[in-house]
């Protein structure tokens, strides 16, 4: 019943907009007017449907103003009820007593219903039902209808949906995680105990009045006989936070605990609103990367080795639900990064496959990345955004360490074998077709030693082949540092549609100006390859000036040469660029060649054709 408004920490002003819908004669009009009134004198000429009506912010006890909204019971004005609907923040069903539908009913012919405990008997089973319902009460009394909206309006400013499961009567794991992020807020210093100063703490953040001792200890009696976990010799513990908190919400003060969270960061999807996060710290052009600052690398090392006690460099799926505790959600247990990572036999991560996720989480959403440090208590800067892409070309090396390869290919041409492999899966005949959605894979790969002998973070990204193109468009290229083609070498017919794809997204990222390196690959080597592949491979990449394809069988596990190949070429931006000219340029040279093909006769024509597709760059000259 209720859309929530994308409230941040300090709330907003925008109105709440409050529609009023209803059968024919159910009060509709009525009611708003009575609202505003608060009158229960009949009102003479009562239009059919109000225009709409805002009721200030000093009526309601959030400081909101509300837009009420009055619609038609007309058949031909449908339509527009649902569009109102549909925009909604709070919806008011109106409906007369004999006619239970769901949430302020008026008595009209049978009195016996007359009163509150009357309706809540009508509409409980209702109730029980949907669960979405806030409360349902008998507005005939008009000195009470504008408590209508009052409600209307409370739902929507505080929620109860993302704090509370009516189903399981449990406060949701999301609302767990923010106040499990409160109380180490605030109990740090105090041995993650509750103490009195702890709660006089929270009062203080939420602007109410100190409590008095003897108010404390009866809080600590109170939590002690009905939560026994939740207190000890210091004071409250988690479990009687969390306690309290869910009485308040069982009790229909569901506004003091969305006081705490909010003064704590929180919006109404209980995600850290958007002013504690840094957006202007990763702000980026398409050929920029984000990466973990070398402090918030440490921070993470230390973060691991804390919590791997027996150092045994394994960090199981226990302790990694830890790391995210007090996170919204642990983001690592959803795709793309849930199958992204090298795992060990339980499950777990060593510290190279923990660093890598941060990494692969912070370059492709850093606001969720910094989201997750900030729930860890980081203190400082967390990211930093890398230099461009072309200034990389020109001083001829790239000073990033986590670097993102797309991996390009026809289907079946061996690209989800190549990202099992990367991340330690072994080969699956049965499972190695592919999928439709894109993957990733990461992993640290050891430097060849020509620039600095250390490990870089590589991101291997499967691109799924499109019927409108490749990618969503040119500039999304500018992520990609390397790009690699795969090809089936037993297949002639894989590699003509990986050399034609090799040309497409050359000229996409040439016209783009986002030019990168490009290799090709070629796959399934244990299989016989076709003939003439090799003079055929060799001769398109010395046409397309790039090194020539390199030879892998994921089957037989031959793969560790290609992956610092991708990382040296990325390495070293200012090599391995295809030789594309522009879309405009190769359309006017295709345009004079075909013409001049005309007279000499359509059957060579369509040889010319086919043979610029195989060997663009060749014929480019």
């Not at 908190?245 to 569901?254: A, M, S």
């Not at 499972?431 to 590589?458: I, P, Q």
């Not at 040469?561 to 200012?574: G, V, Y």
């Amino acid at each position: 019943m209720m859309r929530m408004l994308g409230l941040g920490y300090s709330g907003s002003p925008k109105p709440v907009r409050i529609v009023v819908v209803g059968e024919k004669g159910t009060g509709k009009t009525s009611l708003i007017i009575a609202a505003l009134n608060e009158s229960s004198q009949p009102q003479p000429n009562i239009p059919p449907v109000l225009p709409y009506t805002t009721f200030p912010s000093e009526w309601f006890r959030d400081p909101i103003p509300a837009t009420i909204i009055d619609t038609s019971s007309k058949p031909e004005d449908r339509e527009k009820v649902v569009k109102e609907v549909k925009e909604a923040d709070a919806i008011v069903l109106t409906f007369i007593v004999r006619v239970p539908i769901i949430m302020a009913g008026c008595s009209v012919t049978n009195r016996e219903y007359h009163n509150q405990s009357g309706i809540e008997i009508i509409t409980t089973s209702i109730r029980e039902q949907y669960l979405e319902i806030e409360t349902c009460f008998d507005w005939s009394a008009h000195h009470i209808a504008r408590k209508v909206f009052w409600y209307a309006q409370h739902a929507v400013t505080n929620p109860v949906g993302p704090i509370y499961d009516k189903e399981t009567s449990s406060l949701k794991p999301r609302c767990v995680a923010a106040l499990t992020r409160v109380f180490v807020l605030s109990t740090r210093d105090t041995d993650f105990i509750l103490n009195e100063a702890g709660l006089n703490n929270i009062q203080a953040q939420c602007c109410y009045e100190p409590m008095t001792p003897s108010q404390i200890r009866g809080l600590i009696d109170f939590v002690q006989a009905r939560s026994p976990l939740g207190v000890d010799e210091n004071g409250i513990t988690i479990e009687g936070f969390l306690f309290i908190n869910k009485y308040l919400v069982e009790q229909g003060r569901i506004r003091k605990v969305w006081d705490i969270l909010r003064k704590f960061g929180y919006n109404n999807e209980l995600r850290l609103a958007d002013d504690m996060i840094p957006y202007s710290s990763f702000k980026h052009m398409p050929d920029q990367s984000v990466e973990l600052s070398d402090e918030a690398t440490r921070f993470l090392r230390g973060v691991y080795k804390n919590l791997d006690e027996h150092s045994a460099n394994n960090l199981g799926p226990q302790m990694i639900g830890f790391v995210f505790q007090i996170s919204p959600e642990n983001p690592w247990s959803i795709a793309p990064y849930k199958d992204a990572s090298e795992k060990t036999d339980d499950g777990g991560l060593s510290l190279e496959a923990f660093l890598s996720l941060w990494n692969l989480l912070t370059l492709i959403d850093p606001a969720r990345s910094l989201e997750c440090l900030i729930c860890l208590c980081y203190p400082s800067s967390a990211v930093r955004v890398t230099r461009r892409r072309a200034i990389d070309r020109k001083e001829q090396n790239s000073e990033r360490r986590v670097f993102q390869c797309f991996v390009f290919g026809p289907k079946n041409a061996g690209k989800s074998a190549l990202l099992n492999r990367f991340i330690g899966r072994q080969y699956d005949d049965e499972n190695n077709n592919g999928s439709n959605e894109e993957r990733y894979a990461v992993n640290m790969v050891e430097n060849d030693g020509v620039t600095e002998d250390v490990k870089k973070t590589l991101v291997l990204k499967e691109i799924q082949m499109q019927e409108d193109g490749f990618l969503s468009s040119n500039e999304a290229l500018g992520a990609c540092d390397v790009a690699i083609f795969l090809y089936d070498s037993s297949d002639e017919s894989s590699w003509k549609k990986a050399i034609d794809l090799l040309v497409k997204v050359a000229t996409a990222s040439e016209d783009a100006g986002l030019k990168f390196p490009c290799l090709m690959v070629a796959a399934k080597t244990d299989l016989d390859s076709f003939p003439e592949a090799i003079q055929e491979a060799t001769r398109a990449t010395q046409d397309l000036g790039i090194e020539a394809p390199i030879p892998i069988s994921s089957k037989l596990g031959d793969c560790d040469n290609l992956f610092q190949k991708i990382l040296t070429a990325a390495e070293h931006p200012h090599l391995g660029i295809p030789k594309i000219k522009s879309k405009k340029k190769r359309s006017r040279k295709l345009m004079k060649r075909s013409l001049m093909l005309v007279s000499i006769g359509t059957g060579a024509l369509i040889v010319g054709l086919a043979s610029f597709r195989l060997y663009a760059a060749r014929k480019q000259r």
